[in-house]
Every structure is written in structure tokens, then in C-alpha cells.
């Protein structure tokens, strides 16, 4: 990634909803596709604040859920070991990621993780014991990824089906917290967990002004969410609790899908995701808002 690269950071639904022919398009660069399924978005910004050299823009995507969760979480263990990975690559797997390329255009692999035999155990129909402590089951693989990480919702998902119902039904149980620890005080452990969101804004405005001091520059966006989950979302974690002080704490800029109409009538297939062809339309929608919050000029000629 170069200096004054565009960066694309945060969760699946920047995963999936941003396309980058779009964006660049609209801004005049082609961005770099950083975000991750179920990953804490906190971990990246850091990495690029503290990272001297950078001073391009960050797109960064918000689901309070998971940009709010905790050290030691799986959404910010799965940032960490992503950017361990990067960090410390050896140049084995360098010339190993280098040697698969040309083989994965010509080639079709299945994918060895879904068939080892622990996986295929997941899928049996068993119920867990009374009081069991089990974390809920992740959705099933419903993308396709291109060699710029750029996910798209296979069609199999973004119309009516048995993969579709899956995946709305996963959400729930992902999107509800574990209940308190029995054997911590009630008002103890909410005063931990306020404490730890309270840090998380001081961190992320650190690092912001840390990014802006070398002419950096970020945008918040919270992208589609829809139905059941949309319900779920906006009763845990209400955005004046949670996107309003964000921006307010920060002085980043925000771009709510809900406050535009050209972006709030779109619907995700199964929830929490655009299909492929809506993430097209729905970028292309985006830009003029990216364009204003990032204060650059006036939108580009062919728009």
C-alpha cells in the first residue's frame, strides 16, 4: 500500500457493500480493500496512525456491535492476526501467495477448511447440553472473493432460498451478547463495560489526530443493515449511543446510511449484507458523500 493510499477498513459489510471501480471512479484512485469479516476495525486504524509513512485516506466502516468490542474479543483477535500476518510474513508464504495466484485463475480448489472432519461435525443437528457455553455458529460461506478482496454476494444468497434463510437466521444469535458472569456484580460489570466503550473514544480520537497531524484524512460510514438485525442493532447499540458521540468525540465526519434517501431504500437479502449488484449501485450513490466529507472538490465531471 502506498503513502497516500485509500483505504477500506472494518467489517464484512465494507466487505461486501464498497465496490472499488466505483470508488475509483468517483475519487481518482482505486482503493485497497482491508476489511474483514467479523473484525474490530479499531486494531487497523491504530496500525495506520501509528505507521509514519501513511497519510492517505481511511473509508472505515461502523457497526457498533462490533467496532466497540472488547481486547481479546474474537472481532479484534481476528484484526490482530490479520495484521500480525502482514507484519511478520515470511518469505515462504510470500513466494507461496505469489505461486497460488496464477494457479487459482486457472484452476478451481475446494475449500480444504469446510471438509476437514471437525467442520463436518459442525453441521450435524445436535443439540448442546442444558447450560452449555457455546458460541453460536458462524454463517455459512455466501461470497465470492476476487484477488482484490473484493467480496460478492454469490446469487444463491441474494435471492429467496435455504441459504438465505441461514444466514438471516445466524444473525441474532451473533448480535446478542453473552449474559453477565454470575459471579461478577451487576453494576461492577456494567461500569467495566462503560469504562471500555469510554476508552475505545478516546483511543479512536487519538489516533484520528494522530492521522490528521500528517495530512490523513477518515470517514466514518455505517452501511445498510435491514429487517430483524436492523431492529436488533437499533436496540442494543442506538445511535445516540454509540455513532453520535463517536463523531462528536472524534470530530471525524459520518456518513449514515439513513439520513440520505438515495442510500436508506436499499434492502439486504439476507440482512445484513448488499447483494452484489446493489453494492455497485449503492457505491456509485456513496461517492458524492465520501467526495463532501473528505472536502475534496467538486464531484467529478462524469457525475
Known amino acids: 500500500m502506498e503513502p497516500e493510499s485509500i483505504a477500506v477498513i472494518g467489517d464484512s459489510r465494507a ?28 486494531p487497523v486504524l491504530e496500525d495506520l496512525a501509528n505507521d509514519e509513512t501513511f497519510h492517505g485516506t481511511i473509508i472505515c466502516s461502523i457497526v457498533p456491535r462490533i467496532w466497540f ?49 471437525d467442520a463436518l461435525l459442525k453441521e450435524l443437528p445436535i443439540p448442546n447440553r442444558p ?82 497531524g500528517r495530512g490523513g484524512k477518515l470517514v466514518f460510514v455505517r452501511f445498510p443493515v435491514s429487517g430483524a438485525l436492523k431492529r436488533l442493532e437499533d436496540e442494543q447499540t442506538p445511535r445516540a449511543k454509540t455513532w453520535d458521540p463517536l463523531l462528536q468525540e472524534t470530530g471525524a465526519r459520518g456518513i449514515y446510511f439513513e439520513d440520505f434517501p438515495e442510500l436508506s431504500g436499499f434492502q439486504c437479502p439476507e440482512f445484513s449484507h448488499l447483494s452484489a449488484a446493489d453494492s455497485v449501485e449503492f457505491t456509485r450513490r456513496l461517492v458524492p458523500h465520501l467526495r463532501d466529507a473528505l472536502q475534496m472538490n467538486s464531484i467529478a465531471a462524469d457525475w
Open 131 to 212: 447450560y452449555a457455553q457455546v458460541p453460536p455458529p458462524l454463517p455459512p460461506y455466501f461470497c465470492s472473493i476476487d484477488r482484490e478482496r473484493r467480496a460478492r454476494m454469490v446469487e444463491q444468497c441474494a435471492r429467496p432460498g435455504r441459504l438465505q434463510d441461514r444466514v438471516k437466521n445466524g444473525w441474532a444469535a451473533l448480535f446478542t451478547p453473552p449474559p453477565p458472569p454470575t459471579y461478577v456484580p451487576t453494576d461492577a460489570f456494567i461500569a467495566k463495560i462503560n469504562a471500555a466503550i469510554a476508552a475505545r473514544f478516546a483511543d479512536t480520537k487519538s489516533k484520528i489526530d494522530k492521522l490528521r
Open 69 to 117: 468490542a472488547p481486547p481479546g474479543s474474537p472481532p479484534v483477535e481476528r484484526s490482530q492476526k490479520a495484521l500480525q500476518r502482514f507484519h511478520g510474513q515470511t518469505w515462504a508464504q510470500r513466494v507461496s501467495h505469489e505461486l497460488s495466484v496464477p494457479l487459482e485463475l486457472s484452476f478451481a480448489f475446494l475449500k480444504q477448511d469446510d471438509l476437514a472432519l
Open 15 to 42: 466487505w461486501f457493500d464498497v465496490d472499488l471501480n466505483e470508488i475509483e471512479r468517483g475519487l481518482g484512485k482505486r482503493p485497497v480493500q482491508l476489511a474483514q469479516a467479523g473484525s474490530c476495525a479499531y
